[in-house]
C-alpha cells in the first residue's frame, strides 16, 4: 500500500492535484461498483472509490502491468472512468506515437512516454479487409505496406502514367494516418489494385484495434488533419479506367455521429491555368499535405509527371463556409518541400512550422510562416539532419509538449527525438543536453538564430535497425 500511496504525488504534467466534493466521491463510488462488483474490490482493505483515486495518479505506463493483476484491475485500468478522473485531476499526458516499416514491409507502432523514456510496442494492426470490400474480390489477407503521408510517391506517380517497368499490380499501400482525440486512425490504401475505403481506429485505453465506419470513396495517399475534433480527409488517388486516378474529392468523419460525410471537391484552380491542354493532360495535380491552422485546412498542391514536379500554391477549406479559395501566395508559393510529393510542416502554439531541407546533405532549416507578412521566415538555421539517401523518411517533424521536436534517424540507426529549445543565453546549454546526441548528430549540438539560441535536447533514443520512419502522432490522455 505504500508503494501505491509514494506514486501519487508524482507530477506528470502542469496542472496541480485537484480535490473532489463529497458528492463526487459518493458519485464515484456507485458507479465503481457496477465494474468490479459489490464482493470484490480492486484492494481488499479499501472502497473501491479510494482504489480508483489511486489508480488515476499512477503513471500511465505502469497500467500495461498492472492490467495483469486481475480481471477486475483489467477492468479498471481499461475503464472509462478512470481516464475521465485523470482528466478531472489535471494527470493526463502526452505520449508519442511513431510509425515504423520493419522488414518485410511490417508496420510497427511505438508509444514513447517522455516521462520515463520508454517505449511501449503497440499490437499489431488488423490483418483482414471489412466484408464488403472482400465481396468486391479484393484480397481476404491484409498485407500492410502503409506509407505515411511524408513518404515519397515517385514510384506511385510513375504508375499513374505507366512508366513503371514492373507489371505487377500495385500491392496494398499508400495508407493515412491521424489522431483525434484520444485515438489513432489508419484509413484506405490500395490492396492489389484497388483503393480501399476501411478506417481502423486504436484506443490506447483498451490497447486494441476496432473497425469504423469506412470512408464514402476509396482512396490511398490522401492527407489528412483534425480540427473542430473531427477528422478531415482530402485527395489522394483511386483506381480509375486508364489506371490510377487523382482524387479532388474530401470528406470529414465526425466520431460522436460515426459517420461520414462529402465536402466540396478541391477545385485545383492554379492547374486550371495551364497554357496548354497537353500540359493539362499530362500533370497531375495533387495534395502534397494538409495541415489546420487558424481554423481554416491548409493544403498545398502540385502538379506531377514524372520526372517533373511544380509547385502550385495550394488551397484551403474554411468549415464555417464550407467553401475552398486559393492559399495566400507567400504561404503557397513558399511552402517547403522535402521530397517530391510532400510537404513537411506541425503547427506548435498557434504558429505553423515547416521543415526544409535545403541543398545540405547534412543540415536543413525550419522556418515558419509569418501571416501578417504573407511569407516563410527561417528560426533554426541548422537543424542537426544525416544523410540517408537510401531511407524514405528519414526525419519528421512533431508538435510535443507545447514544443517543436524533430526526429531523425542516423548512421548507427539510432532513432533520436530531439527538442527544439530557444534561449537567450548559450550558457544554458548543459553537457548532458549534447552527449546524449546521436554521434552525426554532435556536429550541429546547437546553433544560433534571429531568435536567440537554439539549443536541441534529446527527450529519446531507440536502436530501430533496418527500420524506416513513416509518420508520428501525438495524443493526450
Known amino acids: 500500500m505504500g508503494a501505491f500511496l509514494s506514486l501519487a504525488g508524482i507530477n506528470r504534467g502542469t496542472s496541480e492535484y485537484k480535490e473532489l466534493t463529497l458528492g463526487e466521491t459518493c458519485k464515484r463510488q456507485r458507479t465503481s461498483s457496477l465494474f468490479y462488483g459489490e464482493n470484490s474490490r480492486l484492494i481488499s482493505s479499501l472502497p473501491d472509490e479510494i482504489s480508483i483515486q489511486i489508480l488515476a495518479r499512477l503513471p500511465r505506463a505502469s497500467y500495461f502491468t498492472l492490467r495483469l493483476v486481475a480481471r477486475n484491475w483489467k477492468a479498471a485500468i481499461t475503464s472509462p472512468e478512470l481516464f475521465n478522473l485523470r482528466k478531472e485531476l489535471g494527470l493526463t499526458e502526452e505520449w508519442l506515437y511513431l510509425l515504423t516499416k520493419v522488414e518485410d514491409d ?14 511501449q510496442r503497440l499490437p499489431p494492426m488488423p490483418n483482414v479487409v471489412s466484408n464488403d470490400e472482400h465481396r468486391k474480390g479484393l484480397s481476404g489477407l491484409w498485407t500492410w505496406n502503409l506509407v505515411g503521408p511524408y513518404t515519397n510517391i515517385a514510384n506511385v506517380m510513375r504508375r499513374w502514367l505507366r512508366w513503371n517497368d514492373e507489371p505487377e499490380p500495385l500491392p496494398f499501400s499508400g495508407c493515412a494516418t491521424g489522431a483525434l482525440g484520444s485515438c489513432l486512425y489508419v484509413l484506405g ?3 492489389r489494385d484497388s483503393a480501399m475505403r476501411c478506417v481502423w481506429k486504436y484506443d490506447p ?41 487523382p482524387l479532388q474529392s474530401a470528406e470529414v468523419f465526425d466520431p460522436c455521429s460515426g459517420a461520414w460525410s462529402e465536402l466540396p471537391s478541391m477545385p485545383f484552380s492554379k492547374a486550371e491555368l495551364l497554357p496548354m491542354p497537353y500540359f ?16 481554416k485546412l491548409c493544403v498545398p498542391q502540385s502538379l506531377y509527371s514524372w520526372p517533373f514536379f511544380v509547385d502550385v500554391g495550394g488551397e484551403t477549406y474554411d468549415p464555417l463556409t464550407d467553401t475552398w479559395e486559393e492559399m495566400p501566395t507567400g504561404m503557397g508559393d513558399g511552402w517547403p518541400a522535402r521530397q517530391a510529393g510532400t510537404k513537411l510542416s506541425v503547427v506548435v502554439d498557434g504558429e505553423l512550422y515547416s521543415f526544409d531541407p535545403s541543398s545540405s546533405l ?18 533554426i538555421e541548422k537543424v542537426p539532419k544525416c544523410d540517408f539517401t537510401d531511407t524514405e523518411s528519414p526525419y519528421l517533424l512533431a508538435a510535443f509538449h507545447g514544443k517543436l521536436h524533430f526526429i531523425a534517424k542516423d548512421a548507427n540507426h539510432d532513432i533520436a527525438v530531439m527538442q527544439a529549445d530557444i534561449r537567450d543565453d548559450l550558457s544554458t546549454l548543459t553537457s548532458t543536453s549534447s552527449s546524449t546526441l546521436p554521434h552525426c548528430l554532435l556536429e550541429h549540438p546547437a546553433s544560433a538564430t534571429e531568435l536567440g539560441t537554439v539549443v536541441w535536447k534529446v527527450i529519446a533514443t531507440r536502436n530501430s535497425g533496418s527500420a524506416e520512419l513513416v509518420n508520428c502522432l501525438v495524443l493526450n490522455i
Open 205 to 245: 485505453v483498451l490497447n486494441a484495434w476496432s473497425e469504423v465506419p469506412p470512408m464514402s470513396t476509396g482512396r490511398a495517399y490522401c492527407r489528412t488533419s483534425v480540427l473542430d475534433n473531427k477528422l478531415y480527409v482530402v485527395g489522394g488517388v483511386s483506381q480509375g479506367q486508364g489506371g490510377v486516378a
Open 189 to 191: 490504401g490500395f490492396s
Open 362 to 379: 547534412n543540415s536543413g532549416k525550419i522556418k515558419v510562416y509569418d501571416q501578417k507578412e504573407d511569407a516563410w521566415k527561417v528560426v
Open 106 to 119: 511490417k508496420l510497427v507502432w511505438q508509444a514513447l512516454d517522455p516521462w520515463s523514456r520508454k517505449w
Open 280 to 295: 493539362a493532360d499530362m500533370l497531375k495535380p495533387i495534395a502534397t499535405g494538409m495541415t489546420s491552422y487558424r481554423g
